[in-house]
């Protein structure tokens, strides 16, 4: 029988990627005078091969700061969008494009221009986690981070829309007693753990102290003893006493949480169903294989239209200003 070798090495074969992944990457970082960014919900492997680790305003900064030719993120499809937002010149790669996010596409452009129109003379202020289309249609941009800060700065006679995460708008209203119109979007991650599982963890672990990111839903925040982004969340398992912590957010901060400190136990927050639902499927989709590629072949690359790069720019620089 005859048996075509070509073809069936073309299907059999797979591209040649080096052994010592993490001296590759480095090597390229250094030809291609390249920064990666990375977001503390990426896999450990990232984490550990990225130049800066931050949450969305860390690593907005970083981006804005950044004498690099080349950025690498490794995150999700808005960020990347955000970095080319603040560096028009420089070449902005994701490792995967498919990257995106959830709570980002809970807000159509064309949807959020009409919620808009309905609501003249309304201060539009949206989180980061948002596509550049709704930046372009933004006032100002904030973060976890800064959302507090930010609507406590503007005056109270001017009303607010803020988009597009509902359960961050709500926390933001509770904390500064400023109504705002909010868009009803969501993360799939945050708004599925389960209150239930939490509570019994903590008749399990009566000394944790549950870490619990704003975006989560209100029976979560409940029970938390700190609500503040993964940042915020970072510190505060560093600086405080308790050796344990239950903690609701992607489970990808734990890995710099155990790094800072190995000796406390921290305890992913479960999800409501039986499932890995509390890492985000998005995320996830960065390797550092996908990294490395992403650095050899120089693409995926993130671009965008001048026109709404622009637009996009004005709110994200008053958010950097007003931070």
């Known amino acids: 029988?005859?048996?075509?070798?070509?073809?069936?090495?073309?299907?059999?074969?797979?591209?040649?990627?080096?052994?010592?992944?993490?001296?590759?990457?480095?090597?390229?970082?250094?030809?291609?005078?390249?920064?990666i960014l990375a977001h503390y919900y990426?896999?450990?492997?990232?984490?550990d091969v990225a130049d800066y680790i931050g949450d969305s305003l860390e690593l907005s900064r970083r981006a804005a700061s950044t004498n690099a030719e080349v950025i690498v993120f490794a995150g999700v499809h808005f960020m990347a969008e955000t970095a080319k937002i603040l560096n028009p010149d420089k070449l902005v790669l994701l490792p995967d494009l498919k990257a995106g996010c959830s709570l980002a596409d809970?807000?159509?452009?064309d949807e959020f221009a009409t919620f808009k129109a309905?609501?003249?003379?309304?201060?539009?202020?949206?989180?980061?986690?948002?596509?550049?289309?709704?930046?372009?249609?933004?006032?100002?941009?904030?973060?976890?981070?800064?959302?507090v800060k930010i609507v406590n700065q503007i005056p109270e006679d001017r009303s607010i829309i803020?988009?597009?995460?509902?359960?961050?708008?709500?926390?933001?209203?509770?904390?500064?007693?400023?109504?705002m119109v909010i868009w009803q979007g969501a993360c799939i991650v945050h708004e599925n753990f389960s209150e239930k599982k939490i509570v019994?963890?903590?008749?399990?672990?009566?000394?944790?102290?549950?870490?619990?990111?704003?975006?989560?839903?209100?029976?979560?925040?409940?029970?938390?003893?700190?609500?503040?982004s993964t940042s915020a969340l970072l510190k505060y398992s560093h600086e405080n006493s308790s050796q344990e912590f239950i903690v609701a957010t992607e489970p990808g901060i734990i890995h710099q949480m155990q790094k800072q400190e190995p000796q406390k136990h921290f305890i992913p927050a479960p999800p409501?169903?039986?499932?890995?639902?509390?890492?985000?499927?998005?995320?996830?989709?960065?390797t550092l294989e996908k990294l490395y590629l992403a650095m050899k072949n120089r693409t995926p690359e993130l671009t965008l239209p001048e026109h709404l790069r622009i637009a996009a720019l004005r709110p994200m620089q008053r958010m950097l200003e007003m931070s």
């Open 200 to 228: 019994q963890l903590k008749i399990a672990h009566p000394q944790a102290k549950v870490l619990a990111h704003p975006e989560c839903e209100p029976p979560v925040l409940h029970h938390a003893d700190f609500i503040g």
């Open 162 to 179: 803020f988009g597009p995460d509902r359960n961050l708008g709500r926390y933001v209203m509770q904390q500064t007693g400023r109504e």
């Open 272 to 286: 409501i169903n039986n499932c890995a639902c509390n890492e985000c499927p998005f995320m996830r989709l960065n």
């Open 118 to 147: 309905a609501h003249p003379g309304h201060l539009v202020i949206s989180y980061i986690n948002c596509s550049a289309e709704i930046k372009a249609m933004s006032d100002i941009i904030c973060t976890s981070s800064n959302a």
């Open 1 to 35: 029988m005859f048996i075509n070798t070509l073809s069936f090495r073309k299907i059999t074969e797979t591209p040649a990627i080096p052994y010592d992944l993490v001296g590759a990457i480095k090597a390229l970082k250094k030809e291609l005078n390249a920064v």
């Open 106 to 109: 809970s807000c159509p452009p």
């Open 42 to 47: 990426q896999d450990p492997d990232i984490q």
